[in-house]
């Protein structure tokens, strides 16, 4: 079967950098997205990795490993407005969406 | 502005009931998605359309339907509420082709419905 996987819930400081990381298992591969999603809100799109490496855009950056399977989302000098959860979704062979339930990431003052 | 709406944003409605929850984009996207979101729980697929007069049933199966006769609207139908689709309703949309550009989807705000 299909499976994405990432943590529940995590915890950081103001200011302070944290990695959410992200695993999958699908039936093909067209792509690793991260979205956010604010409580109550709609997910926004944060990235986008289909190659190998480190994309960088601002204080988030988004890395990929094919051949692990995994992925992270890497986010800096931490501000309150980033409590939310992270969303990790995979393309398929079928280029349709499989979603994990999304990390909850808390920031303390 | 491009976006895309979904109304009503919040229902409340009995069991039995037939709802059409509405979904509308002036983004000019030929793909239209419905996914249910349950409260820390990841999205499922209900529903698909990659354009006009073309509609696909998504992972999960909700007892609904979808139409597909104008490019930007595409409404969901639960013929009989019940309890169990007590939940987050979100409509996206994604432009055709290949690449980032066309793979992100926007979503609507979203339609909370509560069944009683």
């Known amino acids: 079967g299909q499976n994405i996987d990432q943590p529940t819930e995590m915890t950081a400081t103001e200011g302070a950098i944290v990695q959410i990381n992200c695993t999958y298992q699908?039936?093909?591969?067209?792509?690793l997205f991260w979205y956010q999603q604010h409580a109550g809100e709609a997910p926004t799109f944060l990235s986008y990795?289909?190659l190998d490496g480190l994309e960088e855009k601002g204080r988030f950056s988004s890395f990929l490993s094919r051949s692990k399977g995994y992925s992270y989302l890497l986010l800096k000098e931490l501000q309150m407005k980033d409590s939310a959860s992270y969303l990790c979704?995979?393309?398929?062979?079928?280029?349709?969406?499989?979603w994990g339930a999304g990390t909850k990431l808390i920031i303390k003052p | 502005e491009a976006d895309i709406y979904q109304t009503p944003r919040y229902l409340v409605i009995g069991t039995g009931k037939k709802i059409t929850l509405e979904c509308s984009q002036t983004?000019?996207?030929?793909?239209m998605y419905w996914y249910q979101q349950d409260p820390g729980m990841e999205l499922h697929l209900i529903h698909y359309?990659?354009?006009?007069?073309?509609?696909e049933k998504g992972d999960l199966s909700s007892e609904s339907t979808v139409s597909r006769i104008r490019t930007e609207h595409f409404p969901l139908t639960l013929e009989s509420a019940r309890p169990s689709h007590t939940s987050q309703y979100l409509c996206?949309?994604?432009?055709?082709?290949?690449?980032?550009?066309?793979?992100?989807?926007?979503f609507g705000p979203g339609t909370r419905l509560t069944v009683t």
């Open positions: 996206a949309s994604s432009a055709s082709g290949q690449g980032a550009g066309s793979y992100e989807q926007y």
């Open positions: 983004m000019g996207h030929d793909k």
């Open positions: 359309s990659y354009g006009v007069n073309s509609t």
């Open positions: 699908t039936s093909g591969f067209n792509g």
């Open positions: 990795n289909v």
């Open positions: 979704a995979v393309m398929d062979s079928n280029y349709q969406l499989i």
